[in-house]
């Protein structure tokens, strides 16, 4: 059995797309991807791309992705690695292509003198909360995730309400 990560191309974008949908309809959330294959074209692959993605593949056959932005600790004075999604397909788990693709992003974050690797994961999926401890991840209980999005971002943005 053969695994390999690789930097995802342009021609991946319905790939990605697919691996999105099944990521929402595993969270609870098939309704709400609004993304579309010429938006992951334009934003994952544009010359200044400010996020990027990652294939996984196990003998040829693409079975997982992970996407991942770049950001700054003001405390670090580093840039820090964040995962944005990781998705491994529902039959392919266990045979370490999560493992595989966390040490991937651990050590690029590395290679780019990143002072953190983050993400946040949902507090009901156990698999994954005792896959990240396995791996030596620390839960960050103290912080609070806020969100401004769809209207009230819009509302907030040109009223300040």
């Known amino acids: 059995m053969s695994m390999q990560i690789r930097a995802a191309v342009k ?9 999105i949908n099944d990521l929402a309809v595993y969270e609870k959330e ?10 992951i074209e334009e934003k994952l692959f544009c010359e200044h ?3 990027h993605a990652l294939i996984c593949e196990q003998d040829g056959e693409a079975i997982g992705f992970a996407v991942y932005f770049y950001n700054y ?8 690695l964040y995962l944005e ?4 397909a529902q039959d392919k788990r266990g045979n370490g292509a999560g493992k595989a ?3 991937y992003l651990a050590q ?3 290679a780019n003198d990143c002072g953190r690797f983050e993400w946040v994961v949902l507090d009901w999926n156990k698999p994954a ?4 401890n396995s791996i030596g991840a620390k839960p960050q209980d103290e912080w609070i995730i806020y969100r401004l999005s769809g209207d009230e971002l819009k509302s907030f943005a040109e009223n300040g309400l």
């Open 11 to 19: 021609q991946d974008a319905a790939l990605i797309l697919k691996f």
């Open 30 to 39: 098939p309704d709400a991807v609004l993304n579309t294959v010429s938006e």
């Open 49 to 51: 791309a400010r996020a």
């Open 73 to 80: 600790s003001t405390w670090l004075g580093k840039h820090g």
């Open 85 to 88: 999604d990781l998705y491994v």
């Open 101 to 103: 693709i966390m040490q």
């Open 108 to 110: 690029l974050a590395l």
């Open 129 to 132: 909360i005792d896959f990240y």
